[in-house]
Structure formats: structure tokens, C-alpha cells
């Protein structure tokens, strides 16, 4: 049984350079969040969809990031242009049930900005 | 300002004893506090929960305590596995019944048991 997947795994680019992170939730889930873990903040939550709609957009760091989820089964993270302060792991995770924090999160993408 | 404290950054056990990793937040309306666990190069993976009602759920090997007076949970890990050596993470929300988008982790503790 497939969990949430990302890609890519590992991500290396020049600062200016736009990034694109992919995601594909759990088939049924019907929440999406992006998370970025660095050492400093740890975990943090940067954006969640419902059902395909953008609900709380208020942890993305600035104009540069932007999310979408055309479809249930599809997300994307961009970063353009990137700078060496975004240098992370990205977390994808999906949940079948509003009413619970029981997230299911994907291996991650490590992006490194050099 | 962090509202999820896990002040240690790592535990060292010997196998089979007791693991406690600890959590302190600081906003009262926290109602539902969970326990994430996470291997190197994996995504975090859901370990226990326990909602605000309550002072202890008890899954196994693992145990959370929740203290709502002192605005802390503890998580008991009994008895400790090599293959318990993993980063824990306390997470919070105000809104149990809600939305969960608004989950606040905490930075981690690792865990290391020693055979």
C-alpha cells in the first residue's frame, strides 16, 4: 500500500534557481500540508489544502514559495527564485480525518541551495 | 517564540529500561497533544495521542502522560528497544474536533538505546 510520495528525494541547485517539489497524497486523503524541518525552527508547517483548497497559507516564508493542488492526487511546492536560507527538508503529509493530527508524511526532499 | 518545548535534544537508555521524553508548551488552549517518531531519512510516523479529557493513554510499550496544570506530557517508553532509537517529536493543537492544520511541533529529542 503506497504512502505519500515525494520527489525528489534530493535536490541540489545554484541560489537563483527555481525549485519544484512534487507530492501525491495517500488515495482518499483528503488534506494536504507541506512542512519544512531545518535545525533552527525544526517542524514547521508552511501550507494546507482541504479537499483541494488552500486553507492557512500563513506559514509560507514569503512570495517566493507558492503551493498548488490542481487535482486530490497531486501538489507542488515552488520555490522561485531559491537563496541558500531555503535549504531544508521538505515534508509532504496527507490525512484521511479532519477531526485528528494523524498525519501520514512522505520520506521528505532534501533541497540544498548552494 | 516556541510554543512546544522538548528542552532535551537527545536521551541516551540502556535496552530495557524506561525511556521519558518530556514536552512543555505554553498556550492553555492546547487540547489534543500527540507523539511523532522519526528514523533517519523517513518521514515522521504517528506514535500515540492523547486528548486534553484525558491524563494518560497507553499504547503497548508506550505510555503519554498528561499533566494540563504544569502544561506538560511526558512520553514512557517501557521497556526500551535498540529499535526504538528514533527522533520524537511532541505536537499540539488547539482545535481536537477541528482542523488540524494548525499541528505545532516541537524540535525533537533523540533517542539512542543501547544494547
Known amino acids: 500500500d503506497a504512502g505519500v510520495i515525494q520527489s525528489p528525494r534530493h535536490e541540489v541547485t545554484e541560489m537563483g534557481q527555481e525549485v519544484t517539489l512534487r507530492c501525491k497524497p495517500i488515495s482518499g486523503h483528503n488534506s494536504l500540508f507541506w512542512y519544512r524541518q531545518t535545525m533552527m525552527r525544526g517542524l514547521e508547517l508552511l501550507i494546507y489544502?482541504?479537499?483541494?483548497?488552500?486553507?492557512?497559507d500563513s506559514g509560507m516564508p514569503e512570495d517566493r514559495f507558492s503551493a498548488k493542488m490542481p487535482n486530490a492526487s497531486f501538489s507542488t511546492l515552488k520555490i522561485q527564485p531559491s537563496e541558500p536560507r531555503d535549504s531544508a527538508v521538505y515534508f509532504c503529509a496527507s490525512s484521511p480525518n479532519a477531526n485528528t493530527g494523524e498525519l501520514f508524511f512522505g520520506e521528505g526532499s532534501r533541497l540544498t541551495v548552494l | 517564540d516556541q510554543q512546544v518545548k522538548q528542552n532535551s535534544p537527545s536521551l541516551s537508555v540502556q535496552e530495557g529500561r524506561i525511556s521519558i521524553l518530556n514536552c512543555d508548551y505554553t498556550n492553555s488552549m492546547f487540547d489534543y497533544f500527540l507523539w511523532y517518531k522519526k528514523y533517519p531519512a523517513e518521514g515522521p510516523t504517528f506514535l500515540i495521542s492523547i486528548s486534553s479529557i484525558k491524563d494518560k493513554n497507553e499504547d503497548g510499550r508506550f505510555t503519554v502522560f498528561l499533566n494540563k496544570s504544569a502544561k506538560h506530557l511526558s512520553l514512557h517508553i517501557v521497556p526500551s528497544q535498540p529499535g526504538d532509537s528514533a527522533v520524537y517529536f511532541c505536537a499540539a493543537s488547539p482545535n481536537y474536533g477541528g482542523s488540524q492544520g494548525n499541528l505545532i511541533f516541537g524540535k525533537g529529542t533523540k533517542l539512542s538505546v543501547k544494547p
Open positions: 489544502f482541504n479537499n483541494n483548497v488552500p486553507i492557512d
